[in-house]
């Protein structure tokens, strides 16, 4: 089944073969963006966004995505400013939801959120982040940053993941993603931040090759290296949080020993573990990351609707 006229839940359900559409479809929408600033292709339809957890990229970038498509979006941003406030359930804010907008983009707090969403209502539910879950479309703009800069087409490519392992979810989906193609995969994280077992089962049915370090020095050898935040708001014992909130930092002193041609990435917001010093780094691939979620995005939703470009 195509990824088209799908809701967008895991970075687990895409084919190779959808990938390769969704990056050539990116392609396309941000050599067009160069020549034009709304391609008028959505007149007739709304997006809805639901965040019900803090978010700067995501939301914008979704809600800019549907304006430069031609679209209108309407938005319910934080519990408190909606009825779910007053004891409403999703379930019925998801009912009206269904009614106002034609797609709706959701981030929760709650792992699987959006899968229930997606089963409460008729139009196509995006699964803008889920707890500790999945971030499927961060992921596939980060696949779009590795092919841009045309590692993705290597005979051999290694990528780093650095941080929070366990609780960050925009890694769970990019792992999955980079199943599809030729990567050994290093994970560097304190053992308590390691990559649940279930992705472990992936990469094993995969035939990927990973490893596992606490040693950041393991970052000299990739040519991608992905940092992620320590994900303070998912630990239950904020102690645990102290304990590991600044394990690694990622400055252009270590950048310096490692390959010429690594590229840095993070899906941002970034605390210390992206020293600043880096950000003028050729290396640095983060803000051009966050870029690039618009034309991914734009292609995202102009697939779920079904609508040819
Ligand atoms: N990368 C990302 O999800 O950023 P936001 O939390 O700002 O949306």
Known sequence: MSWRRQSI??????????????LNLSGKLETALKNSRNLKLLDDYVLATLFFEPSTRTRLSFEAAMHRLGGRVISAVGMQFSSLAKGETLFDTLKMVESYSDICAIRHSVEGASSLAARSIRIPVINAGDGAGEHPTQ???????????????????????????????????????????KVNLVFISPRELSLPEKYHDLLKRAGVSYSETEDISALREAHVGYVTRIQEERFIDHREYEKFKDAYVVDAELVGQCRK?????????????????????????????????????????????????
């Open 261 to 309: 041609d690594l590229i840095v990435m993070h899906p941002l917001p970034r605390l210390t573990e992206v020293s600043t010093d880096l950000d003028a780094h050729p290396s640095a691939v983060y803000f051009e990351q966050a870029n690039n979620g618009l034309y991914v995005r734009m292609a995202l939703i102009l697939g779920l609707l079904d609508i040819n470009y």
């Open 9 to 22: 839940l895991s970075a687990g359900q895409f084919s190779a073969r959808d990938l390769e559409e969704i």
């Open 139 to 181: 992921g596939l703009l980060d696949l779009y940053t590795i092919h841009r800069r045309g590692y993705l087409e290597r005979p051999q490519m290694t990528v780093a993941f650095i941080g929070d392992i366990k609780y960050g979810r925009t890694i769970h989906s990019l792992v999955q993603l980079l199943s599809h193609f």
